[in-house]
């Protein structure tokens, strides 16, 4: 059981927009920064945001992220077939001293 | 150009113990903290354990809290992460990570800010008897 929550999965059209949401707590989420990660089959996880809403250089404006509270979500617009990947979401817990990740969400283009 | 690779990684009895390494290249290795994190066959992400530059500061996660232990070597731009009393849930990918940990102190607040920006291609755990 992970310590911030994601839903499996998520799935939307080309071109459409898609929310993965992330829950945590006032440990977690609530007081320290998020980030998010995109991870392919076979492959190690690329970094998408971080500091909760940056984008590294290279990674599209379509890709943006938010916090409010103990939740944050990332939000990808103009899906493309080849957005379909896991993601992650990840930052500080206070309490545990420790990072965590979220569960994770497949992402289903159809 | 950031390189992470890692090494170290086989096939262990229940019990037993390897020490993993991750050679790092392309940064000033000494001033980033480094994080493993693993990743179990068909499962999730799973923070384990961090180390500052200097290597003053480690932290780790629960489940691996008194087994495994963190350090480098900053004159070989390597981070180490020795694994003991190892387990069949250990069996795991692990990847070495370059991390970009900054603590923020306003008052009795405290906030972490943390992101993985550069991943090694991870080196295979396997636990077993």
């Known amino acids: 059981q992970s310590v911030l929550t994601q839903p499996p999965s998520v799935s939307a059209a080309p071109g459409q927009k898609v929310t993965i949401s992330c829950s945590g707590n006032?440990?977690?989420?609530?007081?320290?920064?998020v980030s998010w990660y995109q991870q392919f089959p076979g492959s190690a996880p690329k970094l998408l945001i971080y500091?909760?809403?940056k984008r590294p250089s290279g990674i599209p404006d379509r890709v943006s992220g938010s916090k409010s509270g103990t939740s944050a979500s990332l939000g990808i617009t103009g899906l493309q077939t080849g957005d379909e990947a896991d993601y992650y979401c990840?930052?500080?817990?206070?309490?545990?001293?420790?990072?965590?990740f979220g569960g994770g969400t497949k992402l289903t283009v159809l | 150009e950031v390189q992470l690779l890692e090494s170290g990684g086989g096939f262990v009895q229940p019990g037993g113990s390897l020490r993993l390494s991750c050679a790092a290249s392309?940064?000033?290795?000494?001033?980033?903290?480094m994080t493993w994190v693993r990743q179990a066959p068909g499962k999730g992400l799973e923070w384990v354990s961090s180390?500052?530059?200097?290597?003053?500061?480690?932290f780790y996660a629960d489940a691996v809290k008194g087994r495994f232990n963190i350090s480098r070597d900053n004159s070989r731009n390597t981070v180490y992460l020795q694994l003991s009393s190892l387990r069949v849930e250990d069996t795991a990918l692990y990847y070495c990570?370059?991390?970009?940990?900054?603590?923020?102190?306003?008052?009795?607040?405290?906030?972490?800010?943390?992101?993985?920006?550069?991943w090694g291609l991870g080196t295979l755990v396997t636990v077993s008897s």
């Open positions: 500091d909760n809403n």
């Open positions: 990840a930052t500080w817990d206070s309490s545990l001293s420790a990072g965590v």
């Open positions: 392309g940064f000033t290795f000494s001033s980033y903290g």
């Open positions: 006032s440990s977690n989420i609530g007081n320290n920064y």
């Open positions: 180390i500052s530059g200097p290597g003053a500061d480690t």
């Open positions: 990570v370059k991390s970009n940990r900054m603590t923020m102190v306003r008052g009795v607040i405290v906030k972490v800010r943390d992101f993985f920006d550069y």
